[in-house]
Nanobody, 115 residues
Framework: QVQLVESGGGLVQPGGSLRLTCTAS????????MAWYRQPPGKERESVAH???????TYADSVKGRFTISRDNGKNTGYLQMNGLKPEDTAVYYC?????????WGQGTQVTVSS
C-alpha cells in the first residue's frame, strides 16, 4: 500500500521561508510526475508546481521566482522550497505522485503565513 506523507508546514511570518517534504512509502511503478497543490481557506485546490522524472518543472504564476520544486527519484521523495512567503500563500499543501497507472495523494500539511 502506497502512502504519501507531507511534512515541514507551520506558521511563518511574511517574507519567511519553509521547506516542505513529501515522503512516499510502499511499492509503486516509477513516478512520472511529482507535484504540489494547495487549497487556500474557502477556495478550491490549485496547482503550485510540477516536476517530471527528467527534471522539467512548471510553476503557477503566483509562485514563480519564490518557490522551487525538486525531487530525489531514487527515494521517491519530493521537496518544495518556499521563499518570500506571503499571506496569500496560506493553505493546506498537498503532494501528489503520478505513475503510469494512477495518482497518489498525501493528507496535506498546513502552511500559515501571518505576522
Amino acid at each position: 500500500q502506497v502512502q504519501l506523507v507531507e511534512s515541514g508546514g507551520g506558521l511563518v511570518q511574511p517574507g519567511g521561508s519553509l521547506r516542505l517534504t513529501c515522503t512516499a512509502s510502499g511499492s509503486m511503478l516509477p513516478v512520472r510526475v511529482m507535484a504540489w497543490y494547495r487549497q487556500p481557506p474557502g477556495k478550491e485546490r490549485e496547482s503550485v508546481a510540477h516536476i517530471t522524472s527528467l527534471g522539467f518543472t512548471t510553476y503557477a504564476d503566483s509562485v514563480k521566482g519564490r518557490f522551487t520544486i525538486s525531487r530525489d527519484n531514487g527515494k521517491n521523495t519530493g521537496y518544495l522550497q518556499m521563499n518570500g512567503l506571503k499571506p496569500e500563500d496560506t493553505a493546506v499543501y498537498y503532494c501528489s505522485l503520478t505513475t503510469m497507472s494512477r495518482t497518489y495523494w498525501g493528507q496535506g500539511t498546513q502552511v500559515t503565513v501571518s505576522s
